[in-house]
């Protein structure tokens, strides 16, 4: 499925929501920054390394706490539309990419 069913949520995201999101992500982008400056100083190979895993955690984290998001709100929202198949369809695209 190329095109996507919304461009936006269909219950948008309250500021708390928003924020938590934020949060994750800047924290994650300080880990990135973090990393940047280990490979500065040449740093040990593997605790480059488990922190590049940390990242991955974390990202994998905010994507899932996304997901669930999506499902409660968007994906409900279609099938009570009668749009359920093709909210399930897009989804599924999108967790194939997600799990690689």
Not at 1 to 26: A, C, G, I, W, Y
Not at 48 to 66: D, E, M, R, W, Y
Request: charged residues 30%.
């Amino acid at each position: 499925m190329d095109k996507f069913l919304h461009d936006h949520p269909s219950t948008p995201r309250t500021k708390d929501e928003k924020q938590n999101v934020m949060n994750r992500l800047k924290r994650i982008e300080g880990q990135v920054r973090g990393i940047q400056k280990m490979v500065e100083e040449d740093r040990y190979c593997m605790d480059i390394l488990v922190q590049i895993s940390a990242i991955q955690s974390a990202l994998k984290n905010v994507g899932f706490s996304i997901t669930e998001r999506h499902m409660n709100h968007c994906v409900s929202d279609a099938i009570t539309k009668g749009e359920g198949k093709e909210a399930i369809e897009e989804l599924m695209s999108v967790m194939k990419q997600f799990s690689k």
